[in-house]
């Protein structure tokens, strides 16, 4: 809970190391790998699963009391090899828990170890690469992990000096449908990119006739290797945690020039981002996308009066919810409450910075739980709640529909599938949050219209 | 995918039996492998599932976020009254908790959440970085209940002090301190109290309703639909009956041991075994109305249900089915049910099994079937494809491994929402089965469109 309360009820975020094995599993061949006790892998496992409805491998070093006491380096090494010489990984994405950063393990000495004595298995083709970060529970939520993720894998990995003509692209833990379309987007845009992390395919996979060790999928660790040499990254999030991010360190290493911009949900953050789009690549925007904004436009205008005014509480990981009120503003939604787990202490200033020329500016609050929100949901009687799955509960009890985006959706199928970002994850949005508000009034009503 | 590294770590070729093979012995118990994607979860796990259906209890996480968040209204164990056990509390602790201690932010967040929702008692969940930093919960608790008057008790439940067996142990010991703190007047002698029970999709009322027509009294339901007040008087119970092998023994032991109340071992899956959980209670209480109340209760209920099941049978037919669930008590009943849907049991495991579980298995099952100890998804996938199974009977896990192959799923965990238990159970489990194993959908999926699985 917030300063109010000393407890939390009812988490509005995740614990840090399933950030770092969601972002790992966007790149190729890696196997995300929780040094720690048994039951972090496999609850984490099970609370991936069932958003995306996908096989979700993490290996644990599966540590028992006699390690807390003299240390769980024997059993790290151990299930790197396993998951090496069983998976054929050719990534090895090591987060560490809040018990093995307590009993102080020194992961980085112990892999530096665990080289020496095998020295065999990484004198060969096949041996992984082995990336490392630093994840105790108690220290963030799962977006620091997930972006200090991103970090570690491009200081450890991004190794190559040089210059060429890709692009790097980190669009932080956006949904499979939404990498797909950055993908799509690069494409018509004819730049040569890399998308780290990529789980467009990790996360959503086809059939398949046989069961794969690791799935198919994710950034190719050649093209993380050298995004040192692109021409400029750009990265999505305004408020990712502490100073340093992976496309500041990119700049700073390599000299990529990094545009960090909002995610780019709704209208005005998507014209941001096709506009560095358009810098970067010289080329004007694909007439594909000057329709779809078109559409996004005069659907504003179909829509604008089943919603204007319409009050909305905004909740989930902080960039998400910048982008979504960004996006509630410029429709005529009226958002009221941004609310965040998270406490990256930029909340309040972006959610400032994309409300500018409303007249009643939203209620911000970070570091809250469900129960702080339900205590502002209570009072500020919204008609639209919008965020993550875990918000059902608050929807039920108040009687006001719940807009799913982002991570987790629990309760229904295609979280994989909903598409946020750009001009068509903006039409979307639109399409669903209006449909939402239209089907709450005519059932609510007596009559039984059929136009609406 | 490579297909020339073998698939069975070698270290675990013991917990795999395939019978008719070998003479039987398999190794269990044994400590998850470091590197196998283990399905195990932890002894916190274990307690929290244990524990988590007490409706009127404060259930606090004491540790980071993970821990709570991860099991937050896990299970779909329902209430007839409160529902505090759906909400998910927890310390939150943070680094400087870790530094410095978390015993004065324990001591506040029980104070302030007591007296916002005013629980009949509260337990305390230990994790592993309290193991670590090593609170002191006893005392916290000790002092806590002091001043609110209620019970409030530490689960030791650190997740690495072995797996969820161990945590089941916790969550009875816990359970145990509120034995025999409650009165006993007024309970009949042919009372019983149901262990091992967790009310999902409201399956303990039909067993308690199936108790009423026989004339026995339940005192506590432990844990499903489970309350307090209950818990402290189950001593005044004549019988306790055991259901889910793991979970709750340990606590039917220690009333045994303590308050000489003996206990039978029961399922309520299938017909057969849900007809003789009750035919034992009957028997045990020996009085001729019962039984006699018993057998007709039987007759009633299989009159309704054998006529419906035929349809079902009639499709399902020589279907193979594969099972892994937590305990395998749970899977001796559901080889015996896909027995009566015609169905064959090609491969059944658990997680938590003891010898003497896999040695029942190997017993019930035809020769060929694989049986297995904690396994992991590499080896699932090869059972299945080995097997070329049309059903998979696990826990919400091991959903994506059967659907990425195509293979029919049905969730017999915590999870479901579609009560399974006792002669109605057996009804809605014909449905599910059916209703997956028919479906159209599998014609299209790779492995009926590229060829047969067998032959790969």
């Known amino acids: ?452 | 995918m490579e297909t020339s590294t073998p698939v069975i770590f070698e270290e675990r070729e013991n917990q795999i039996h395939r019978k008719g093979e070998s003479p039987f012995n398999i190794d269990c118990n044994r400590d998850s492998l470091a590197g196998a994607i283990s399905q195990r979860a932890c002894v916190f796990c274990g307690s929290r599932v244990v524990l988590y259906p007490i409706a009127d209890a404060l259930h606090l996480v004491h540790g980071p976020i993970g821990c709570a968040v991860y099991t937050w209204d896990i299970r779909g164990a329902l209430s007839s009254g409160p529902e505090l056990h759906r909400l998910s509390f927890s310390t939150d602790l943070q680094e400087k908790d870790v530094i410095f201690g978390g015993e004065k932010k324990l001591y506040k967040a029980l104070n302030e959440l007591i007296d916002l929702h005013g629980p009949k008692a509260a337990f305390v969940y230990s994790t592993c970085i309290v193991g670590i930093i090593g609170d002191d919960l006893e005392a916290v608790c000790r002092k806590v209940s002091a001043e609110k008057k209620i019970p409030v008790i530490p689960v030791q439940s650190e997740g690495l002090k072995g797996n969820k067996r161990e945590g089941y142990n916790a969550a009875c010991k816990a359970l145990f301190r509120l034995v025999g703190t409650g009165e006993t007047d007024n309970i009949s002698p042919y009372s019983l109290n149901i262990l091992g029970d967790f009310n999902l999709a409201g399956e303990i009322w039909l067993i308690r309703d199936y108790f009423k027509r026989m004339g026995v009294e339940v005192v506590a339901n432990i844990t499903g639909d489970g309350r307090i007040a209950d818990i402290k008087r189950a001593h005044g119970a004549k019988l306790n009956v055991v259901q889910c092998s793991g979970s709750t023994m340990d606590l039917a032991n220690m009333m045994e041991e303590t308050y000489g109340i003996p206990h039978i071992r029961v399922s309520y899956f299938g017909v057969e075994d849900m007809a003789q959980a009750l035919y034992d209670v009957a028997n045990y209480f020996g009085d001729s109305q019962m039984i006699e109340k018993t057998k007709e209760l039987v007759k009633d209920e299989l009159k309704v249900l054998y006529p419906e099941l035929k349809k079902y049978k009639k499709a399902l037919e020589g279907k193979k089915a594969a099972i892994y669930v937590g305990g395998s008590f749970k899977a001796f009943s559901l080889v015996k049910a896909l027995r009566h849907l015609g169905m064959k049991v090609v491969m059944v495991g658990s997680q938590t099994g003891t010898k003497e579980d896999y040695a029942e298995l190997e017993q019930i099952t035809d020769p060929g079937t694989i049986i297995v100890d904690d396994t992991n998804p590499l080896e699932l996938s090869q059972f299945i494809k080995e097997k070329g199974v049309d059903l998979f009977i696990g826990g919400v896990k091991e959903r994506p491994i059967a659907y990425k192959l195509g293979v029919g799923f049905c969730d017999h965990n915590h999870e479901r929402k579609i009560g399974l238990e006792g002669f109605e159970g057996m009804l809605n489990f014909a449905k599910e089965v059916y209703n997956t194993v028919m479906s159209p959908v599998w014609r299209f999926v790779p492995r009926n469109t590229t060829g047969d699985v067998k032959n790969v």
């Open chain 1, 1 to 452: 809970m917030s300063d109010d309360y000393t407890s939390t009820t009812n988490a509005c975020k995740l614990c840090k190391p399933i950030g770092a094995c969601l972002a790992f599993k966007g790149v190729e061949g890696a196997v995300p790998f929780l040094h720690g006790s048994q039951g972090c892998a496999t609850y984490m496992r099970r609370y991936i699963i069932s958003h995306f409805r996908e096989p979700m491998d993490i290996a644990s070093s599966s540590l028992g009391e006699k390690n807390a006491i003299f240390g769980g380096g024997a059993n790290l090494k151990q299930g790197i090899k396993n998951v090496t010489t069983k998976y054929g990984a050719k990534m090895i994405g090591i987060a560490t828990t809040c018990l093995t950063e307590t009993i102080g393990d020194d992961v980085p000495s112990i892999i530096k170890q665990f080289r020496d004595e095998e020295k065999a298995l990484f004198e060969s083709d096949n041996s992984p690469l082995l990336v490392n970060v630093s994840t105790p529970s108690y220290g963030g939520t799962h977006m620091e992990g997930f972006h200090d993720a991103v970090k570690v894998l491009v200081d450890q990995i991004a190794t190559e000096y040089g210059k060429d003509e890709s692009i790097n692209l980190l669009p932080g833990f956006v949904s499979p449908a939404d990498i797909r379309y950055l993908k799509e987007l690069l494409s018509d845009f004819n730049l040569e990119g890399v998308v780290l992390p990529d789980i467009s395919e990790s996360l959503d996979g086809p059939a398949l006739l046989d069961y794969q060790k690791i799935s198919e999928g994710g950034t190719p660790l050649s093209k993380i290797r050298s995004m040192g040499k692109a021409r400029a990254t750009i990265e999505f999030g305004r408020t990712i945690f502490g100073n340093l991010t992976a496309g500041k360190l990119l700049d700073s290493r390599f000299g990529v020039k990094n545009y960090s911009l909002g995610m780019p949900v709704g209208l005005r953050e998507s014209d941001e981002f096709f506009s560095v789009l358009e810098e970067i690549s010289g080329c004007k925007s694909p007439e594909k996308h000057v329709l779809e904004r078109g559409r996004l436009i005069d659907s504003f205008v179909d829509s604008h009066k089943y919603i204007f005014g319409c009050k909305a509480v905004v909740y989930g990981e902080e960039d998400l919810v910048v982008g979504l009120t960004s996006f509630l503003a410029e429709m005529g939604v009226q958002p009221v409450l941004c609310a965040s787990g998270g406490k990256s202490k930029k909340l309040n200033k972006e959610i400032t910075a994309v409300t500018k020329g409303l007249v009643d500016l939203p209620i911000v609050r970070d570091g809250v739980d469900f129960y702080d929100i339900g205590e502002e949901v209570a009072e500020l009687k919204p008609d639209l709640l919008i965020g993550h799955s875990k918000g059902y509960s608050l929807a039920k009890k108040y009687g006001i529909p719940l807009m799913r985006v982002g991570f987790p959706i629990h309760d229904r199928i295609g979280g994989q599938r909903v598409l946020h970002l750009g001009y068509r994850g903006a039409q979307a949005l639109l399409d669903d949050l209006v449909n939402l508000v239209i089907e709450k009034k005519q059932n609510d009503s007596p009559v039984g219209y059929s136009y609406m």
